[in-house]
């Protein structure tokens, strides 16, 4: 009794310390836009900003979207997103609605494939991180150089806030495309090969890939790119409908170049290998598993945040190339 008792006690003790490491952000990323000259003071802004997140949160722990863990560091998250812009905001909810969606469909396949699946793909405050951590940055900037606010993007020269807003879209994009196509491709993908020597492997291979999961990589990236345009257009007004139609297409090329790398770090940096004990494919090297690709170097977390910022990158070298091309 007096066992269990200390084990509630720790739980509940640690489920408060996240409680408060998460208020204490808020208060600090708040209290910073308040300080700002240009800061954005509407009421109704900070109201959605703040509410909405936790909504979603809690929407996300009762539907076993998100754990404990992962819900306050996604209140953390929106929170910076929706502050900084709608377009920030629901380029999220998209990835993260979709996302949700696609992990629980067909679960009891996936369960088969996946020795670490678990019910309703709940995402812990790692997860959460890396998939959020490089657009809640990339927010951050967007927030230092423009201010709260949205903001229309610019293709012909460097302008540092379009630069920022692309990066997140670009990460954004480029996290649900490789979930779409992981999610997709391992029910639905046939003969997947390995993105380094091209080689047959099984399905759930790290660094596999298939047709259709690079088809759906490109419509994850696009429908957040997709997102993205039409909050655009509600905020800014019509006369945005041309010049901002390329976002649907950065979101897409974004998702599928992004899923790439993430597929070329996985073949490379992530132990894939059979279990003969479990007849599925293991991400741990044991003495009974038969190695098929990647060395034991990251985490798929690991992997996920790499290639998410890598895609942020090279969204930014490309946009600094098409301004010169204007220019």
Not at 57 to 62: E, F, P, T
Not at 241 to 257: D, I, N, R
Not at 282 to 306: E, Q
């Amino acid at each position: 009794m007096a066992y269990r008792s200390a084990m509630i006690a720790s739980a509940i003790m640690y489920r408060l310390s996240q409680v408060v490491l998460c208020t204490i952000g808020l208060i600090a990323v708040a209290s910073w836009l308040l300080l700002r000259d240009n800061a954005s003071r509407s009421p109704l802004r900070w109201s959605v900003s703040i509410l909405l997140p936790i909504i979603v949160a809690v929407r996300g722990m009762m539907k076993k979207s998100l754990d404990f863990s992962g819900a306050m560091l996604a209140i953390l998250v929106g929170f910076v997103l929706t502050a900084s812009s709608a377009c920030f905001c629901t380029s999220l909810l998209t990835f993260f609605i979709t996302s949700s969606l696609l992990t629980k469909w067909k679960g009891e396949e996936k369960r088969k494939l996946d020795p670490e699946f678990r019910e309703g793909g709940q995402r812990n405050w790692i997860q959460v991180l890396c998939n959020g951590g490089v657009a809640s940055v990339a927010s951050l900037l967007y927030l230092h150089w423009s201010g709260m606010g949205e903001r229309s993007m610019v293709w012909t020269t460097l302008d540092l806030p379009s630069l920022c807003a692309g990066s997140c879209l670009a990460s954004l994009a480029c996290c649900c495309g490789d979930t779409w196509a992981s999610e997709v491709g391992s029910v639905l993908g046939k003969s997947p090969r390995l993105i380094t020597t091209g080689r047959l492997v099984p399905r759930g291979t790290n660094g596999a890939i298939s047709a259709i999961g690079l088809v759906c990589s490109f419509l994850g990236g696009a429908i957040v790119g997709l997102s993205y345009y039409i909050t655009v257009i509600l905020f800014l007004g019509a006369e945005m409908l041309y010049t901002q139609l390329p976002l649907v297409a950065v979101g897409g090329l974004c998702g599928l170049v992004g899923s790439l790398i993430d597929s070329l770090l996985g073949a490379t940096l992530q132990f894939s290998g059979f279990s003969e004990e479990f007849g599925q494919v293991v991400t741990r090297p044991d003495h009974n598993v038969k190695h098929i690709s990647g060395y034991d170097v990251l985490s798929n977390h690991g992997v996920n945040l790499l290639s998410a910022l890598l895609t942020a990158l090279l969204y930014v070298v490309a946009a600094g190339c098409v301004a010169s091309w204007y220019n």
